[in-house]
């Protein structure tokens, strides 16, 4: 009995998926037995509106070509109303530069990312003046520095003028004011290591304290100098260029108006000012209204592909990574198609070669 069952279940299950494949692929028939109406939005370089070219255009165009499939391209102003009309049912998918994200997931259903984006930060690079360049030297840290220096030369006059004033009174003048300028003068000059020779200390209390500074300058000036050192070359690189978010704490940005990238600075509490394009925030760039602009990486490397001649400098440091992937109804049959073929498009290098006709190839 319990054979006859076990039988019993294993074939209605596999009438279930039989039915159910059956289901599908009539489904799937049904869609491409029609033009397949794709809605087409976004910006360069993924959607060109003149000519209908760009990466997720030519990306579909080869999709739809290798599958023999029949299509009308319905244009939109912006994705928002693209992805609206696909909801209603008016589409049958939407092409274009479309984020995958948790919130879209709960109305329709995407292919695998053709494209990984992310937020990144566009600067000038231009040579320094030379109050630039010195700057740094005037920094509150470095001046908090030589004070302290100061007072430990103070300091170490001092013990060494206690020490000798009296029995070296021709050296170490009894007067305080005179007295503490030459033991800070020797020890200047111990800690240079010039060794003038013109004031050395006679007792056996000068002479430790003396030999004493002269271990503690040798760490002392050369952490010093170092420092010095390093403030000098970073002073000396590029600072026009932005490589991190870190950087543009109090400095003015530039972004667009209503872009994943205007979220991102108000949450990371950066003052910026939105515009509508990304020419106008160049522009705005260029003139020195603001420090940087922050926008789609794929969009700013389209843009230094295409305007190499303005000198400008694109961060390695990429932010609020997501997916660009191809939107569809909830209940359409082509995402596994359409999967199928993205992956055969990546395996032969298709995918790349497209990308990198459009945008500059990350170095």
Same mark, same amino acid.
């Given at each position: 009995?319990?054979?006859?069952?076990?039988?019993?279940?294993?074939?209605?299950?596999?009438?279930? &998926?039989?039915?159910?494949?059956?289901?599908?692929?009539?489904?799937?028939?049904?869609?491409?037995?029609?033009?397949?109406?794709?809605?087409?939005?976004?910006?360069?370089?993924?959607?060109?509106?003149?000519? !209908? =070219?760009?990466? =997720?255009?030519?990306?579909?165009?080869?999709? =739809?070509?290798?599958?023999?499939?029949?299509?009308?391209?319905?244009?939109?102003?912006?994705?928002?109303?693209?992805?609206?009309?696909?909801?209603?049912?008016?589409?049958?998918?939407?092409?274009?530069?479309?984020?995958? /994200?948790?919130?879209?997931?709960?109305?329709?259903?995407?292919?695998?990312?053709?494209?990984?984006?992310?937020?990144?930060?566009?600067?000038?690079? *231009?040579? !320094?003046?030379?109050? !630039?360049?010195?700057?740094?030297? &005037?920094?509150? %840290?470095?001046?908090?520095?030589?004070?302290?220096?100061?007072?430990?030369? +103070?300091?170490?006059?001092?013990?060494?003028?206690?020490?000798?004033?009296?029995?070296?009174?021709?050296?170490?003048?009894?007067?305080? $004011?005179?007295?503490?300028?030459?033991?800070?003068?020797?020890?200047?000059? /111990?800690?240079?290591?010039?060794?003038?020779?013109?004031?050395?200390?006679?007792?056996?209390?000068?002479?430790?304290?003396?030999?004493?500074?002269?271990?503690?300058?040798?760490?002392? +000036?050369?952490?010093?100098?170092?420092?010095? =050192?390093? /403030?000098?070359?970073?002073?000396?690189?590029?600072?026009?260029?932005?490589?991190?978010?870190?950087?543009?704490?109090?400095?003015?940005?530039?972004?667009?108006?209503?872009?994943?990238?205007? +979220?991102?600075?108000?949450?990371? #509490?950066? #003052?910026?000012?939105? $515009?509508?394009?990304?020419? *106008?925030?160049?522009?705005? $760039?260029?003139? %020195?209204?603001?420090?940087?602009?922050?926008?789609?990486?794929? !969009?700013?490397?389209?843009?230094?592909?295409?305007?190499?001649? %303005?000198?400008?400098?694109?961060? #390695?440091?990429?932010?609020?990574?997501?997916?660009?992937?191809?939107?569809?109804?909830? @209940?359409?049959?082509?995402?596994?198609?359409?999967?199928?073929?993205?992956?055969?498009?990546?395996?032969?290098?298709?995918?790349?070669?497209?990308? @990198?006709?459009?945008?500059? #190839?990350?170095?």
């Amino acid at each position: 009995m319990r054979i006859n069952s076990v039988k019993k279940i294993v074939l209605y299950t596999l009438l279930v &998926f039989s039915t159910l494949s059956a289901y599908a692929q009539v489904k799937v028939s049904d869609t491409l037995a029609k033009t397949l109406l794709v809605g087409v939005a976004g910006n360069e370089p993924f959607v060109f509106n003149e000519n !209908q =070219a760009g990466i =997720a255009v030519e990306i579909w165009d080869n999709i =739809a070509e290798k599958k023999d499939w029949d299509f009308e391209y319905v244009p939109f102003e912006n994705v928002d109303e693209a992805l609206r009309a696909l909801s209603k049912g008016e589409l049958d998918l939407v092409v274009g530069p479309i984020s995958i /994200t948790a919130k879209r997931l709960e109305t329709m259903r995407f292919s695998q990312p053709f494209y990984n984006s992310s937020i990144s930060i566009i600067s000038r690079i *231009e040579n !320094q003046s030379i109050w !630039q360049k010195v700057k740094p030297l &005037f920094s509150f %840290k470095l001046i908090m520095a030589v004070a302290i220096f100061l007072i430990i030369l +103070a300091i170490v006059g001092t013990l060494l003028w206690l020490a000798e004033r009296k029995q070296s009174p021709e050296q170490f003048s009894e007067d305080p $004011l005179n007295g503490i300028g030459t033991g800070m003068w020797l020890a200047i000059v /111990t800690m240079s290591t010039t060794g003038y020779g013109d004031k050395a200390p006679v007792t056996v209390l000068g002479r430790i304290i003396a030999g004493s500074w002269m271990i503690i300058s040798i760490i002392f +000036a050369t952490s010093m100098v170092a420092g010095i =050192a390093s /403030t000098l070359t970073l002073s000396s690189l590029d600072s026009t260029t932005i490589s991190n978010i870190e950087q543009l704490s109090g400095r003015k940005v530039a972004t667009i108006s209503g872009s994943p990238s205007e +979220a991102f600075l108000n949450k990371s #509490k950066i #003052k910026e000012v939105g $515009l509508s394009d990304l020419d *106008e925030a160049i522009a705005d $760039l260029e003139s %020195k209204n603001v420090e940087a602009v922050v926008y789609d990486r794929p !969009q700013l490397l389209y843009f230094i592909k295409n305007n190499k001649s %303005k000198n400008l400098y694109i961060s #390695k440091a990429e932010y609020y990574k997501q997916g660009y992937g191809f939107a569809f109804s909830i @209940h359409s049959g082509l995402i596994s198609e359409v999967n199928r073929t993205l992956l055969e498009l990546a395996e032969n290098q298709e995918l790349e070669e497209i990308i @990198h006709s459009y945008i500059q #190839k990350d170095e």
